[in-house]
């Protein structure tokens, strides 16, 4: 039972244009998320994170959503450029407990 | 460069094998988690240490274990190794296990079992 769902394996967006990468979760007891990067060949880079006392959080190219009555959060990338190109992964946890992770969408910006 | 380090990069093992992956906190950090990422998937939690002892497993056999050192560095020990524990396994650090902090991860070790 997947816990943390992101049902777009892949998106494909203009450079320049806003890239939304969206996630939904089932366990209402989350109450901290993350959003990473990740590169072939890499670990996963952490981008931003919010906490369930928030609905918005901001940081410069980079804004994440939550909307808790609906178990969903999303990733905005405005604008977004080449160099993200990667795939993103959202991970939630709820406290004392360890993070699940979403399997991934690639995001893939055309120049 | 998050300052978890991770060794060997890369390695292949026979299966029937054992293996350890070693991980090097970022300084100040306590806690240390591993997760296992198969191809195509996110990444699954193994287990977590926190100050020397494991507080979290997830659905992992016994043949995956584990130990933290007094420096808070770590290592993964996989036992009787099998075809699909090919994978690409993650340590990840954090400051304290308890609290909603973010946990940075290492660029992890590929392993390939033939």
């Known amino acids: 039972d997947q816990q943390v769902k992101q049902n777009s394996p892949s998106l494909s967006v203009q450079e320049g244009r806003i890239s939304i990468l969206n996630c939904d979760y089932t366990n209402s007891m989350f109450d901290y998320f993350l959003w990473y990067k990740k590169y072939p060949a890499e670990g996963p880079t952490f981008l931003i994170s919010i906490s369930s006392i928030k609905d918005k959080n901001e940081d410069g190219r980079f804004t994440v959503f939550l909307n808790k009555s609906a178990k969903h959060l999303s990733l905005h990338i405005v604008p977004s450029q080449p160099g993200d190109s990667a795939v993103y992964f959202c991970?939630?946890?709820?406290?004392?407990?360890?993070?699940?992770f979403g399997p991934g969408t690639r995001l893939s910006v055309l120049p | 460069e998050t300052g978890v380090t991770q060794s060997p990069t890369h390695l292949i093992k026979t299966r029937g094998q054992q293996v350890t992956l070693r991980c090097s906190s970022q300084s100040g950090h306590n806690t240390v988690s591993w997760y296992q990422q198969a191809l195509g998937q996110g990444p699954q939690f193994i287990f977590q240490y926190y100050r020397e002892e494991e507080n979290g497993r997830g659905n992992f056999p016994p043949r995956f274990s584990g130990l933290q050192f007094p420096n808070y560095s770590s290592e993964l020990n996989v036992n009787a190794l099998e075809l699909d524990d090919s994978a690409l396994y993650l340590c990840?650090?954090?400051?304290?296990?308890?609290?909603?902090?973010?946990?940075?991860f290492g660029e992890g070790s590929w392993l390939t079992v033939v």
């Open positions: 990840a650090s954090s400051l304290d296990s308890q609290t909603g902090n973010t946990i940075y």
């Open positions: 991970a939630a946890k709820n406290y004392g407990q360890n993070f699940v």
